[in-house]
């Protein structure tokens, strides 16, 4: 290879020049919707990459200035303390971690948490008590779980870490899920905006938790791998601060404090964004539900589901003979890319930076599908459920052990030191520390097998795992 080429750059550059509508994260869709102030300072963007700022009230402290930030940001969410985050969702999630768990300490999870937690009971030597989310199998899609499971498995744990909503904008009953007298951390990484329009599903911090985490460039308008963090109890603000400090990097992103305390400008200016934006969304529904041979995933029959946020739209067109790699592979011919794809459906996240014009292009795009589609149900559609196994270690313990890399047919009964992850959503079908079934085997090769990226492992091509 020569060392004048640029492959990460080039790919980049190609995806741009393609001229793709992008329905997938970060929520600015490539600039379309940032504040105003912040387009202006784009163009000088590798000057103000810096480590120094101009502030002569603070003698040039950039922390005294970000703070100044965080303050306005907890204000507008009603929080005690506010902190920008530039490691994205991971970073406040493993920093909660580090704040209230400790070796041995047992925590109860959802099964189909993001694997930035598994990280952090790396970190800590925490162990995990899982509970499986309920499961749609006509859609072959875990939901949420329920709350009478949830409390029937919360007896004698140390915290609690609540997903809401989940990756698809499904919220659980979140109000009677919470636990008396331990920590109750979030991660609402896909809820920034439910702030902003009483159309949305609430708030995590309307209810009786700790502190939550939301990554703000998935929906609203920072950049990549920038996020943010509310605490919602005085006593905890001390502990989160000191766990930052443990993680955070010592050479902040100027840029990407930059678009947080844009993004944040950007919602208090505009309040009835969203209310504008679930119209259009509505109207847009409507119109896919007339299109035959397509189905949009709705909440009948899911009394799991306390909500479900409006803008994350969900379409199968298994009806059409079409499994969800498919229509995601035809929806890319016709310059249209969604954020996720599975075994029977895609995934959209529409944001305020979606305007009518790309909304009636995705229109448009399924109409084309499926006027040259035959109406044949597909016989691809399979549900992947999350495999229940056994923790022979916890997740510390085997992560930091001694291991092997082995053939993934021959680990029938052997204990994982790494994750399995298809990539995305980023939910580990394994975890370190747990054994290995048939069951599992046969699920990462069915992922194999569909071209699903898969990740955590030390054999990018997933054929082998590290075992002990």
């Known amino acids: 290879m020569r060392q004048n080429e640029t492959p990460f750059l080039d790919a980049v550059l190609n995806y741009i020049k393609k001229g793709i509508i992008p329905f997938h994260t970060p929520g600015h869709i490539q600039g379309r919707g940032v504040n105003r102030k912040f387009l202006e300072f784009w163009p000088k963007a590798l000057a103000g990459d810096l480590a120094e700022v101009e502030h002569p009230k603070s003698h040039h402290d950039y922390d005294a200035v970000r703070k100044e930030a965080e303050d306005l940001l907890a204000e507008l969410y009603g929080a005690k303390r506010s902190f920008f985050l530039c490691n994205g969702t991971t970073e406040g999630i493993q920093a909660l971690c580090l704040a209230f768990l400790k070796e041995n300490s047992t925590v109860l999870l959802p099964r189909n948490a993001h694997r930035s937690i598994v990280g952090g009971l790396i970190l800590t030597g925490a162990k995990p008590r899982w509970v499986y989310p309920r499961v749609d199998q006509s859609w072959g899609m875990a939901t949420v779980v329920d709350t009478e499971t949830w409390l029937e498995e919360s007896r004698g744990v140390d915290a609690a870490f609540h997903l809401y909503p989940n990756y698809f904008g499904m919220c659980q009953d979140l109000e009677n899920q919470v636990l008396d007298n331990v920590p109750n951390l979030v991660d609402e990484a896909h809820g920034p905006h439910f702030q902003f329009s009483d159309r949305l599903?609430?708030?995590?911090?309307?209810?009786?938790?700790?502190?939550?985490?939301?990554?703000?460039?998935?929906?609203?308008?920072?950049?990549?791998?920038?996020?943010?963090?509310?605490?919602?109890?005085?006593?905890?603000?001390?502990?989160?601060?000191?766990?930052?400090?443990?993680?955070?990097?010592?050479?902040?992103?100027?840029?990407?404090?930059?678009?947080?305390?844009?993004?944040?400008?950007?919602?208090?200016?505009?309040?009835?964004?969203?209310?504008?934006?679930?119209?259009?969304?509505?109207?847009?529904?409507?119109?896919?539900?007339?299109?035959?041979?397509?189905?949009?995933?709705?909440?009948?029959?899911?009394?799991?589901?306390?909500?479900?946020?409006?803008?994350?739209?969900?379409?199968?067109?298994?009806?059409?003979?079409?499994?969800?790699?498919?229509?995601?592979?035809?929806?890319?011919?016709?310059?249209?890319?969604?954020?996720?794809?599975?075994?029977?459906?895609?995934?959209?996240?529409?944001?305020?930076?979606?305007?009518?014009?790309?909304?009636?292009?995705?229109?448009?795009?399924?109409?084309?599908?499926?006027?040259?589609?035959?109406?044949?149900?597909?016989?691809?559609?399979?549900?992947?459920?999350?495999?229940?196994?056994k923790a022979r270690l916890t997740p510390k313990e085997a992560f930091f052990s001694a291991g092997e890399s082995k053939d993934l047919t021959k680990t029938n009964g052997l204990i994982a030191t790494e994750m399995v992850v298809p990539y995305p959503p980023g939910i580990p079908l394994v975890m370190p520390g747990e054994e290995i079934t048939k069951e599992v085997i046969e699920l990462i090769q069915y992922y194999q097998s569909l071209g699903w990226f898969i990740r955590g492992l030390e054999d990018k091509t997933a054929k082998k795992i590290r075992v002990l």
């Not at 929906?219 to 601060?241: D, N, R």
């Not at 995933?297 to 199968?316: M, T």
């Not at 890319?332 to 996720?340: A, H, K, S, T």
Request: aromatic share 6%.
């Open 201 to 389: 599903p609430p708030c995590a911090l309307e209810y009786n938790i700790t502190a939550a985490v939301q990554s703000t460039h998935k929906i609203l308008s920072s950049l990549t791998q920038s996020s943010w963090m509310h605490v919602k109890i005085e006593t905890a603000v001390l502990k989160i601060e000191k766990a930052l400090s443990i993680i955070e990097s010592t050479s902040p992103n100027f840029l990407l404090w930059a678009s947080l305390d844009a993004a944040r400008a950007l919602e208090a200016e505009n309040p009835k964004r969203f209310d504008d934006l679930i119209e259009r969304v509505n109207n847009l529904k409507a119109e896919i539900k007339q299109i035959e041979g397509l189905k949009i995933f709705e909440l009948d029959g899911h009394e799991e589901i306390k909500a479900i946020d409006p803008l994350k739209l969900i379409i199968s067109a298994t009806d059409l003979g079409l499994n969800g790699f498919e229509l995601k592979d035809e929806l890319r011919l016709r310059g249209i890319m969604p954020e996720l794809a599975e075994t029977g459906w895609v995934l959209f996240i529409i944001t305020p930076s979606h305007q009518k014009q790309e909304l009636d292009s995705l229109k448009q795009a399924l109409e084309d599908i499926a006027r040259g589609m035959n109406k044949v149900k597909s016989s691809n559609h399979k549900f992947t459920d999350y495999p229940r196994l």
